[in-house]
């Protein structure tokens, strides 16, 4: 690939790819786009696009899109931009996502309904072939008739495949299944059409050496059950595939649609695109911030935990910086757009998120990687052994085929096919049930390879929910009387701390009267003939009262002062609480051979406290971080040679978890987290992440158990079929008693048991 020079303005082009059935696809498309003369490609199999920048003096869009059609792909174009006409817009173009959205969604349904017709024919065809009490005069050909389309039509998407990948000299698994059903299918047709298999009354008997009828046998039986099976895999990969891009869309309808302008005095509401920079808009309680900004009046508390995380609601007046998709929760403000479109912190987590998506492009499979080999040599094989029986045996032509095509059948893929597919849905199955979605097969490679986990505080740990920690009082007050007229006095305010205070009493509330909310300071009323003040200190606290007020602040709390009628009553701290389980679930992580970590964007006191309280060491502690720099870390603490997984639950999680080796979302949490993450704790139990990996680990000890005997058989059976002394009929038997034996070692996986059910862990 040439160097382009650095003056050349470069157009940056997203393309949608489809047809790509595994990363050999991706990384073919890449190969090809990036030999264009003026091109740097990446192509991401995950989310079925790739990411061009092309010299336009050398390259125009439809030579790249008919580069990748070339190579046996679709393409078309998602989005362009140049230079000068950077579009002001969120980065995703949502016409060019809901086409790749349609062209998965429409394979996912072709799968489905190939499996299901499938599926439907090959139980009737398993039966007669297998059982001779069920063959009647001519059940042969019935099974001929059920096969046909079984192999033609069921098996069309990996006949398909295979040509595409012959066609560059590639070997994968649609190359097994495509290889191994035509060996059977063909030897089926000669048996039927040229032996003796096509007479009234046949019947099948096994035998453990060739006969002179064995060119009388038929195994459509195994053309049938394999590509059911195999439909069965690549349907579930299909509708695994394609989250990242979930999760972008998600996360780019976070923000606001519309926004209040002020032009020539007037109010005016405009679509969020029409937004420039320095024009002022307004932002009343419960609306959403539009973009990026600054408030130039008014003052309010604005929920920013779709940026920190944090419950805790940032009080901003006049001069205050302000974030676009944040939450306005009180007063009315007037803010001025200081950025918008893709230079937006909103837009700039989508772009991390991509970014960091494309980092992790899927490992790729076990069983292509063996496909590379195994199939040529499988190939290789046969044809020796046919060559080698007819130049130095005297067994004749049918001898000679019989034993080739018994090498093609004893290699056919049926238990390597079952491998993967059946493991996974058995332990992805057992998962859902306890509450854990494992979304695919190359996550459980991650789970293997972690060694430390990265933790995220408010959500994941933490409750995320603000509760009364302690009250402190002065001498002369009751604590019980301080609380109570504290809460009725917050009771009418709808800040979270004000409510976590007006939740903490056992008791009914007295009416208050007279509420004021001053911004800055904090609220007052009256109750019960008192008036009562709860907010900032407006006055020196006595020695005791600031030793808790102080001690608050430095554990990351928040403290508020109580005045009744003018005297400083008491201190109230409220903060975040701990999850009963977390420390169990630290335990347990670290029983795994993990390392916890505590990341998160709230102060360091509070990070420190909740670190101590779970068992997390304080040199592992990292705090005050923004969503960039939750990457940033992820990234750094894997270029120190660890796998990282990550466990979070908000927004500004999504990038991390999606630059995590292993990604893990809390499913009370946001959908975004969830889409961008490799496997959902649906019961929000810390917990469940030892579970996770545990299950994840097991499933894919399994799968790998799964391919050893699968080929197993392969290695001690095909030296016997080529030296002729293998029946076909019985090579098939070999193959459906691998594939008996992968299924029910993948049915163990339903005794997983978790370990705060009182189980343990098998």
């Not at 603490?637 to 908000?650: C, K, P, S, T, Y």
Request: proline letters at 4%; aromatic letters at 4%; charged letters at 20%.
């Amino acid at each position: 690939m040439d160097t382009m020079p650095r003056a050349v303005n470069l157009i940056e082009l997203d393309l949608g790819v489809t047809g790509m059935t595994c990363t050999s696809c991706s990384a073919r498309v890449e190969r090809k786009l990036n030999k264009v003369d003026g091109v740097e490609a990446s192509v991401n199999y995950a989310t079925e696009s790739a990411s061009v920048k092309y010299d336009p003096a050398k390259v125009n869009e439809d030579l790249l899109i008919d580069t990748i059609k070339g190579a046996g792909y679709g393409a078309f174009a998602l989005s362009t931009t140049t230079p000068e006409t950077a579009s002001p817009e969120a980065p995703a173009d949502a016409t060019g996502q809901e086409r790749i959205d349609a062209a998965r969604d429409a394979e996912a349904d072709d799968l489905k309904h190939r499996l299901i017709i499938s599926a439907i024919l090959a139980v009737p065809i398993m039966l007669l072939s297998m059982i001779p009490a069920l063959q009647f005069t001519n059940w042969q050909w019935a099974v001929l008739t059920m096969t046909t389309p079984v192999f033609f039509w069921g098996g069309a998407p990996f006949h398909k495949a295979t040509w595409a990948n012959l066609r560059h000299g590639s070997f994968t698994m649609d190359t097994l299944v495509s290889l191994g059903t035509t060996a059977a299918y063909l030897w089926s047709l000669w048996a039927l059409f040229i032996g003796n298999a096509g007479m009234p009354g046949m019947t099948m008997e096994m035998h453990l050496f060739p006969t002179d009828s064995s060119m009388d046998e038929i195994y459509l039986e195994t053309v049938a059950v394999v590509i059911t099976f195999l439909l069965l895999g690549r349907w579930f990969e299909t509708k695994a595939k394609g989250r990242s891009s979930e999760a972008l869309r998600k996360l780019l309808d976070m923000g606001a649609k519309d926004a209040a302008v002020i032009r020539d005095g007037h109010e005016v509401r405009i679509p969020i695109s029409q937004l420039a920079i320095g024009d002022v808009f307004i932002v009343r309680p419960g609306e959403k911030i539009a973009t990026d900004g600054r408030v130039t009046d008014g003052s309010s508390a604005v929920d920013e935990s779709m940026l920190t995380g944090e419950s805790i609601p940032v009080e901003v007046t006049t001069g205050s910086k302000v974030t676009g998709a944040t939450l306005n929760t009180s007063g009315r403000l007037l803010v001025e757009a200081t950025r918008i479109g893709s230079d937006t912190t909103l837009a700039q987590m989508a772009k991390l998120v991509t970014e960091a998506q494309s980092k992790k492009a899927p490992v790729q499979r076990l069983v292509d990687r063996i496909s590379q080999v195994f199939v040529p040599v499988v190939i290789v094989i046969s044809i020796l052994t046919l060559a080698g029986h007819l130049l130095f045996t005297d067994n004749g032509l049918a001898a000679a085929f019989t034993a080739a095509v018994a090498v093609l059948i004893i290699a056919c893929p049926c238990a390597l096919g079952l491998a993967t597919p059946t493991a996974l849905l058995v332990g992805t199955g057992r998962g859902a049930q306890l509450g854990l979605l494992i979304k695919g097969p190359e996550i459980l490679e991650s789970t293997k390879k972690v060694d430390t986990i990265v933790m995220d505080k408010t959500g994941t740990v933490t409750s995320g929910v603000m509760s009364v920690h302690d009250v402190a009082v002065a001498p002369s007050f009751d604590r019980d009387e301080v609380l109570t007229l504290a809460a009725a006095v917050e009771s009418a305010s709808e800040h979270p701390i004000a409510q976590a205070i007006a939740a903490a009493p056992k008791t009914a509330l007295p009416e208050v009267t007279g509420f004021q909310n001053t911004a800055g300071r904090g609220v007052t009323g009256v109750v019960g003939g008192r008036t009562v003040t709860v907010g900032r200190p407006s006055s020196t606290l006595d020695d005791a009262l600031s030793a808790s007020f102080t001690q608050a602040q430095e554990q990351g709390a928040t403290p508020v002062v109580v005045m009744i009628d003018g005297v400083n009553a008491g201190v109230i701290t409220v903060r975040d609480t701990v999850k009963e389980t977390s420390a169990e679930a630290v335990a347990g992580l670290k029983k795994l051979g993990l390392t916890p970590m505590l990341l998160t964007g709230d102060n360091l006191g509070a990070a420190r406290v909740v670190a101590a309280e779970v068992g997390i060491a304080p040199e592992h502690v990292i705090a005050e971080v923004m969503p960039d720099e939750k990457v940033s870390i992820v990234d750094k603490l894997q270029a120190q040679g660890r796998n990282v997984a990550m466990v979070g639950d908000g927004v500004n999680d999504a990038a991390a978890l999606a630059q995590a080796d292993l990604g893990l979302a809390m499913g009370a949490g946001t959908d975004v987290a969830i889409e961008a993450a490799d496997i959902t704790l649906m019961n929000n139990d810390l917990r469940s992440a030892v579970d996770a990996i545990r299950l994840s680990r097991r499933t894919l000890g399994t799968i790998k158990g799964n391919l050893f005997w699968a080929f197993a058989y392969n290695v001690v059976l095909i030296p016997v079929a080529a030296a002729g002394f293998l029946n076909p009929m019985l090579a098939g038997v070999a193959m459906a008693f691998s594939s008996v034996f992968v299924v029910t070692n993948s049915l163990r996986l339903r005794g997983f048991s978790t370990t705060h059910e009182g189980r343990p862990v098998s």
